[in-house]
């Protein structure tokens, strides 16, 4: 994995390079600035992409080393040990290059419309290629000693071969333990709720063609996604479980809520 991230994250600087480049011209005429925006548009999704690989990564293998760790019935130090990788060098510029092509590309947008002070585009930049480079350099490292780590794992201790009494027992336990199916799809519903909303703001301050894009068409199926998450998170929570009419009514009420402030936001100030 740490040799396909530096491989996407030197394309991505690649493409962040044309972008700059693309963008000193930006000004000699509508046809410039349009190619600029293009590759700005594409550079912000490709940036987006490749610097959440990280995140997936070290999350995707927290839950085999949670599950290992349970499984073989190793210390658990090991998970400890694991998470180490938020308390190291490369964390804040992952969490950063993240965010990054986003930032930079609403700040192009309202720069150029003349929202905000000229500077702030190119600063932001600079500041998002900076983190990218360290970012290239730190995160491989990261991965590797994390896959390491796993490799110690799995070479120290061994899970219950399949048939044996222990591995039955294994398999009872994961069952009472494991988080209820709709529980965690409120979790994705809560987390496309929110990315309806992030892809409306892009689309309203980062980009020049959508700009007029309205806000209701995003924000009506947001709160939709938002009460029917937060209804099924609060009716299976594994610890705290609500009952249903509690449950939907706090989460329709949230729902409404939402739907409310998007209207007013949409009839009045937007």
Not at 100 to 113: D, K, Q, S, V, W
Not at 187 to 211: D, H, P, Q
Request: proline residues 7%; hydrophobic residues 50%.
């Amino acid at each position: 994995m740490a040799t396909i991230y530096r491989a996407l994250a030197t394309a991505v600087l690649a493409l962040y390079a044309y972008v700059v480049f693309s963008g000193v011209g930006a000004g000699d005429g509508p046809e410039t600035l349009a190619a600029h925006l293009r590759a700005g548009l594409l550079a912000s999704v490709a940036g987006a992409l490749v610097n959440s690989l990280p995140f997936a990564y070290f999350i995707g293998t927290r839950f085999w080393v949670k599950a290992f760790v349970r499984a073989s019935r190793a210390p658990d130090s090991w998970n400890g040990r694991h998470d180490q990788w938020m308390k190291g060098r490369a964390y804040p510029f992952m969490y950063f290059a993240a965010f990054a092509p986003a930032l930079m590309a609403i700040t192009g947008g309202l720069g150029e419309t003349g929202r905000i002070a000229g500077w702030w585009h190119p600063s932001v930049v600079t500041l998002g290629l900076a983190c990218q480079l360290v970012a290239l350099r730190l995160t491989p490292r990261a991965m590797s000693r994390n896959s390491a780590l796993m490799d110690q794992l799995a070479d120290e201790h061994q899970v219950p071969k399949p048939g044996t009494p222990q591995m039955e027992e294994l398999l009872e336990e994961e069952e009472r333990v494991a988080l209820p199916p709709l529980f965690q799809l409120s979790r994705v519903l809560m987390l496309l709720s929110a990315n309806a909303v992030i892809l409306w703001l892009y689309l309203r301050f980062g980009t020049e063609g959508w700009r007029n894009a309205p806000l209701l068409p995003f924000a009506i199926p947001a709160a939709v996604l938002l009460t029917l998450g937060l209804g099924l998170n609060q009716r299976h929570d594994p610890n705290h479980p609500e009952p249903p009419a509690r449950a939907w009514a706090r989460a329709i009420a949230w729902g409404a809520a939402l739907t409310a402030t998007c209207v007013w936001l949409a009839t009045t100030v937007i």
